[in-house]
């Protein structure tokens, strides 16, 4: 297995800009995370989804801030606009959420420098 | 709500020595326990995890944790500490089910030559 694959690895872009970072969770996987990693705050849960749908919101900063998953295999969260407040290191990861299995895998991280 | 506390956020320790990490958790309901390491510019790699059973759980290279629920700990520790064991490790929490993660602030290990 390819394990969890980020796109892209690095991203900068001018404030303002809109950004969206993708993920592709393990196959077989139906939950789905993503956390922020900033020096300040240490690592931060946005969002979460089971099954596609998502189950808590509460860790998204801001309405600026939005994720989505189409399906089982594709994940996206954006950002519109940007503001440099954002940049940090941004990881997806994936379990399957069978009881008595917790088996988070994080893919590699988007590193977003908003400049 | 559920929180990790782990003291320390740099620990220095000398080749060859005992590593120690600490780890102390705070969850309304009975919980599952994770070690994460972190190498420069990389993700998270899980260490070991305590789910259920035995209390004392062995992970990758070489490093160990023992879930004491009297003292709301999961510490991590390696009998000999090596070079390549210089990283950031996290401690984290979950209530388990669909459920996320929540982390500690992390302890950057230093090994001295």
């Known amino acids: 297995d390819a394990g969890v694959i980020q796109s892209p690895r690095h991203e900068v872009t001018e404030m303002g800009q809109e950004v969206t970072l993708r993920c592709k969770p393990i196959s077989g996987h139906n939950s789905l995370f993503w956390y922020r990693q900033t020096m300040m705050r240490g690592l931060e849960l946005l969002i979460y989804f089971n099954n596609n749908v998502p189950i808590d919101d509460s860790g998204m900063p801001e309405d600026r801030f939005s994720a989505k998953m189409p399906n089982a295999s594709f994940s996206t969260l954006k950002i519109q606009p940007s503001e440099p407040r954002d940049s940090a290191v941004y990881f997806c990861a994936s379990s399957f959420s069978l009881q008595g299995d917790y088996g988070y895998t994080f893919g590699s991280g988007t590193r977003l420098t908003v400049v | ?113």
């Not at chain 2, 000999?80 to 669909?98: I, N, P």
């Open chain 2, 1 to 113: 709500a559920q929180s990790v506390t782990q003291l320390g956020s740099h620990v220095s320790v000398s080749e060859g020595a005992l590593v120690l990490l600490r780890c102390n958790y705070s969850s309304s309901v009975p919980p599952y326990l994770f070690w994460y390491v972190q190498y420069p510019n990389q993700g998270l790699q899980l260490l070991l995890k305590y789910t259920t059973g035995a209390t004392l759980v062995k992970g990758i290279n070489g490093f160990e944790a023992e879930f004491k629920k009297s003292e709301t700990s999961f510490h991590l520790t390696k009998p000999s500490a090596h070079m390549s064991d210089a990283a950031e490790y996290f401690c984290a929490v979950t209530r388990g089910g669909a459920d996320g993660l929540t982390f500690g602030k992390g302890t950057h290990l230093i090994i001295q030559p």
